[in-house]
């Protein structure tokens, strides 16, 4: 089926939908030729082992934090810390760690313990052009994001963490005191504004300022206001079902694009949704329709030419990374396969590029793993 395309996205009426079902179309690009680097990263020091890498991000120096599940690693994976030690191999790395873009850990802290508020389970990061480190937690009781400097001390919270989920309250998309298990955030580094995809728990889109942590805005699905946001648990995902007017837990990213619209990731739909800045609600693309299970829109990023032709969607469940033009939300390509050789995926969970157009990528479930892949310039893809 033809999308609907974002070049017209600005006469499009509310409630307009695309369908994205790959590349038929001649658009005069081409597909990316992505190629996995298998040589990164290097390995960890200290007998470190990885386990589920939930959340990836590049900052202004080019370097990439990687945000780490310890407490994801079996006994077979961490048996030096057993008692009895099991194996000499290995000892859980701390949850943030930040390489340069040899593959070289040159920072690392954080994790269970590390702080009282520390998250019960680890989700996104985002590092700002100020050098704070935002993080957040998809468990019960991970109700906040929280800022730390660079070499992590804590310095401000939105929202409360409740360790085990003690006490945290139920679902509510009109209380933006705290957040709803929130996955992944963005800057708008001009506006001084925090984006957060809020959540696992919550189903909206929040705004909050960087340096006062002070609630702006926020809407759902379609623009909706807060307040009309449904608490209800959905019904099972059916692509034959009408359309959901309410965003799907978990509301699993958000992404700014640099002509000022919104991307937002509602994964088990298999949809993007884009807004702008004020929440008004422009058009929607739906990725494979069909997708069944944890769904196929993780994430949106964009390719780093001028005006970001490309998104790239990391698809944890087909486990591929799709190459959409943003101007049509049509499907051009794809890169990886299920697997676990390099260059192939397992629940692939997000992805980042850097200045220099590299992509990075992260992996949970047995993953457990980031991969970069880089874009030869022998590329054959085209653009009019």
């Not at 038929?24 to 007998?47: A, F, I, S």
């Not at 998250?119 to 906040?144: C, F, M």
């Not at 189903?203 to 209800?232: C, E, H, M, Q």
């Not at 220099?356 to 479930?365: A, K, L, P, R, W």
Request: aromatic residues 10%; contains cysteine; proline residues 6%.
């Amino acid at each position: 089926m033809l999308s609907i395309g974002l070049g017209a996205l600005l006469s499009l009426s509310a409630g307009s939908t695309a369908m994205a079902q790959g590349g038929t179309q001649n658009y005069n690009y081409g597909p990316l030729k992505y190629k996995v680097d298998p040589t990164w990263p290097k390995e960890l020091p200290n007998n470190w082992i990885l386990g589920q890498v939930a959340g990836l991000s590049i900052d202004k120096g080019n370097h990439i934090w990687a945000y780490q599940r310890p407490r994801s690693l079996d006994t077979s994976e961490n048996g030096a810390v057993q008692t009895p030690m099991r194996s000499e191999c290995c000892v859980p790395a701390p949850s943030v760690i930040e390489f340069n873009q040899a593959g070289e850990v040159i920072n690392a802290w954080g994790g269970p313990g590390y702080i009282a508020q520390w998250p019960n389970s680890e989700h996104g990061i985002l590092v700002d052009k100020q050098n704070y480190v935002w993080i957040a937690g998809n468990s019960t009781g991970d109700r906040a994001v929280l800022k730390f400097t660079e070499d992590g001390r804590l310095v401000g919270e939105i929202g409360q963490i409740y360790q085990g989920g003690v006490g945290s309250p139920p679902e509510d998309n009109t209380n933006t005191s705290i957040l709803g298990q929130p996955a992944m955030m963005k800057m708008d580094e001009a506006a001084n504004e925090l984006y957060i995809a809020d959540g696992y728990l919550n189903k909206r889109v929040v705004v909050y300022d960087r340096n006062t942590l002070a609630f702006k805005r926020g809407w759902g699905a379609y623009g909706k206001p807060l307040s009309a946001i449904s608490n209800a648990a959905p019904a099972a995902y059916d692509p034959n079902a009408p359309v959901d007017q309410d965003f799907r837990n978990p509301v699993h990213g958000v992404s700014l694009s640099n002509d000022g619209l919104v991307y937002v990731s509602d994964r088990v739909n298999d949809r993007y949704q884009v807004f702008t800045k004020q929440g008004e609600f422009i058009n929607e693309v739906f990725i494979r329709p069909a997708t069944l299970g944890n769904g196929s829109v993780w994430a949106t990023a964009f390719s780093d030419d001028a005006k970001q032709k490309y998104l790239l969607i990391p698809d944890g469940e087909n486990n591929v990374v799709w190459e959409v033009l943003r101007g049509s939300g049509n499907v051009v390509g794809s890169f990886g396969h299920g697997g676990h050789k390099a260059g192939d995926f397992h629940w692939v969970h997000n992805l980042e590029l850097d200045s220099n157009g590299n992509v990075f990528t992260s992996e949970v479930d047995v993953g457990k793993r980031v991969q970069k892949f880089a874009l030869p310039s022998t590329s054959t893809s085209t653009s009019p």
